[in-house]
């Protein structure tokens, strides 16, 4: 069956996305599952101080592929665009004029759609099981095996 491309992400509509409600480790994905309508014009220009947005954006040009961000609203007519984690602040842009918000709502921002908030969950599975192997590789290190084998090999003794 093939995606409709267009379609805005929907949090009611998804069976998931309880599950990252509350997930400190991915904000793009937390903050989405929040949103109860898409974004659009209108709820950025009303937006209060400090809201904050999942959207998608083209980062350079238009044959750019789409990029997770999110906008948080730091003064009256600016945003900020952060990584899809709310670490690093990468663009500052304005809300209106030539390079604003408004402007190009639609064809360098919009709300994402089913497809992105898919492919962010896949992405964030992928970066999770790596953290999972990392954090076995340091729990199985040859230092931390050598000294839980001497462990059990002084219980052995004390017991035998």
């Known amino acids: 069956m093939e995606m ?3 379609i805005p992400f929907v949090p009611l509509l998804s069976s998931d996305s309880s599950k990252y ?4 480790q991915h904000h793009w994905i937390s903050i989405l599952v929040k949103e ?8 950025l220009k009303t937006a209060d101080l400090r809201a904050c947005f999942a959207i998608v954006d083209k980062e350079d ?3 750019d592929p789409w990029r997770h961000i999110i906008l948080r609203k730091f003064r009256k007519t600016m945003w900020e665009v952060l990584d899809e984690f709310g670490e690093s602040v990468l663009d500052t842009i304005h809300l209106s004029g030539e390079e604003g918000l408004i402007d190009l709502w639609g ?3 919009k709300h994402p759609t089913r497809h992105d908030y898919e492919e962010a969950v896949r ?14 590789t340091v729990r199985d290190s040859p230092a931390r095996k050598r000294l839980r084998d001497d462990a059990h090999e002084s219980l052995m003794c004390q017991a035998g």
């Open 61 to 63: 040009t238009l044959s």
């Open 4 to 6: 409709d491309d267009s």
């Open 36 to 43: 109860q309508t898409p974004v659009g014009v209108e709820l």
């Open 107 to 109: 064809v360098r921002y």
């Open 123 to 136: 992405s964030d599975q992928k970066r999770k099981m790596v953290t999972e192997a990392i954090a076995d």
């Open 21 to 24: 409600i509350d997930d400190v």
